[in-house]
């Protein structure tokens, strides 16, 4: 899935948390609030629920990683908004192995700076960075909720590395190089 799309569906996902914190909604609700309010693409919808499932699953031990790395807030004393992306972002550093911690962490600033402040974008990166040191991607491994997503993202040790090619003025491209952590190299192709 392209990354503007899982944007789009972490944005969703934000929208959604928001909703069922501040109006009282239930998953199941916000779920089908989502589900009727927006068009968003079957994979770019599956991935939204992914989140919001997972961050209702898990939001007492979320909560936990969050509340040991706040320095001087507490949660309750969060925004709605920041203490939502926090959240999603915290589930998707232990639960999703298939998106690099850089990645997760510069969506959570990049949206969190269109829906609040500059300063929260400040703010979600610092603390996110600290959650970030006890995730287990921290060591290159993460949790995984099902076997089935496991042996999907599973790379054994002596595996090989995978090549993708990208053409060096790519939107592609600069969606890498704004994350950071990957290096790229341009090889020579045989004729």
Avoid at 70 to 93: F, H, K
Avoid at 130 to 154: C, F, H, I, Q, W
Wanted: with cysteine.
């Amino acid at each position: 899935m392209p990354i503007r799309n899982r944007r789009q569906g972490r944005e969703a996902a934000l929208r959604t948390l928001y909703q069922m914190e501040v109006g009282g909604f239930n998953k199941v609700a916000g779920i089908e609030n989502l589900n009727e309010n927006n068009e968003l693409p079957p994979e770019i919808l599956e991935f939204a629920i992914r989140i919001i499932e997972g961050v209702v699953e898990k939001v007492d031990e979320l909560d936990e990683h969050l509340t040991r790395n706040l320095t001087d807030w507490t949660l309750e004393r969060l925004v709605a908004l920041d203490r939502n992306i926090l959240r999603m972002a915290t589930y998707e550093l232990f639960y999703c192995p298939e998106v690099p911690p850089a990645v997760t962490i510069n969506e959570a600033v990049t949206i969190i700076k269109k829906y609040s402040t500059a300063e929260s974008g400040k703010f979600v990166n610092g603390v996110l960075g600290a959650v970030m040191k006890e995730s287990p991607k921290a060591a290159g491994v993460a949790l995984v909720e099902n076997e089935s997503l496991a042996e999907e993202t599973a790379v054994e040790d002596d595996s090989e590395p995978i090549v993708v090619e990208i053409n060096e003025n790519s939107p592609e491209m600069e969606e890498l190089a704004k994350v950071g952590a990957w290096t790229l190299r341009a090889e020579e192709t045989p004729l």
